[in-house]
């Protein structure tokens, strides 16, 4: 794999159905290798995104490449280095996870002993070899997501699209998603992962695109999008209840910066500007409160979080 390559690139991407606007002019570019974040609300655009990148729908305009193929001009050569994995399991519940896997295999083109070495090296690696002889009617969600996900690498793709992989699954099973997405990427597999996740973008990609409205509002690494909303932020917890009051005027007047309170009736935060120095201004407020005379049981310096982040950036494209 090239240094620097890319793996998707996608230009004014463009889809209307009927009256509606799905997509609105997407910009794309998902460097190979890593795992590339679309994040955004439900509505927002993202799966029909996918699916014109996938070939599954022809833009209304724009134009989009895969590895250097055409997604409208070649979409045979786009179609045999991807796969997708949908918000729904693609399964046969009626079969075991084994068989599932075994039937796949064949219509790849496996003869019969090598779909099942394919299948019981692919349930081996997702954790799911003691279930392979249940009927998949009775597996948990996440293991269904588990199993979904192998069929889609039977054969390796060199690009995964994987669209809200974890939709409705308890933390635990959304780790374990997790987990199977790195071992993907550390085996050389680019995955393009769309989320409604604040979290899940957080923890697995390297770069995100915000979309809203069918448009992308933001794009960038996590930290970058974090500084894009403001430097950071000083999240104080006091040891008196009745000086918090005090402390959000003289902690708004030291650093000049909104403070906010927070649930716990002891907690308040400040959010910096973007540009401002975090660890000065924290020095600079604690020197303020302790000559204040307000004692400060905790002190924490921080970026915002990409639930800020998200916030932020919509609300400006309602307004």
């Known amino acids: 794999m090239a240094q620097g390559e890319v793996a998707v690139r996608a230009e004014g991407l463009v889809k209307h159905f009927k009256d509606v606007k ?25 799966t ?11 833009p209304d305009a724009g134009s989009a490449t895969v590895f250097g193929h ?69 597996y948990s969600g996440g293991m ?17 699209f994987l669209d809200e992989p974890t939709t409705g699954l308890d933390p635990r099973s959304r780790g374990q998603v997790w987990d199977v997405i790195r071992t993907i990427v550390a085996e050389g597999t680019t995955v393009l992962l769309t989320t409604q996740y604040l979290e899940e973008a957080d923890r697995l990609a390297a770069r995100i695109a915000v979309i809203d409205t069918g448009k992308v509002i933001a794009e960038g690494t996590p930290g970058e999008l974090k500084s894009s909303v403001g430097a950071g932020s000083i999240k104080l917890r006091l040891h008196h209840t009745d ?17 906010e309170l927070d649930e716990d009736p002891v907690a308040l935060t400040a959010l910096l500007r973007p540009g401002d120095d975090t660890a000065s201004q924290g020095s600079h407020a604690l020197g303020e409160l302790s000559r204040a005379g307000i004692l400060v049981e905790d002190f924490s310096l921080g970026q915002p979080s990409l639930d800020e982040v998200f916030l932020a950036l919509t609300d400006g494209v309602k307004a």
Do not use: W
């Open 22 to 46: 799905a997509v609105d002019g997407v910009d794309l570019a998902v460097p190979a290798g890593t795992v590339y974040g679309v994040l955004g609300p439900n509505g927002a655009g993202k």
């Open 243 to 259: 000086q918090r009051e005090h402390a959000r005027g003289v902690l708004a007047e030291a650093i000049g910066a909104e403070v």
């Open 48 to 58: 029909t995104t996918v699916r014109m990148l996938a070939t599954l729908l022809r």
């Open 144 to 160: 269904r997501r588990r199993l979904d996900i192998a069929a889609s690498i039977i054969i390796t793709p060199k690009l995964l």
């Open 70 to 138: 055409d997604i409208a001009a070649d979409p045979a050569a786009v179609r045999s280095r991807v796969s997708l994995t949908g918000q729904y399991a693609s399964l046969d519940e009626d079969l075991t996870g084994f068989e599932n896997l075994v039937l796949l295999s064949r219509l790849y083109g496996y003869d019969k002993p090598a779909s099942r070495g394919r299948a019981g090296d692919l349930l081996d690696a997702f954790g799911l070899s003691d279930a392979a002889g249940k009927q998949v009617k009775g």
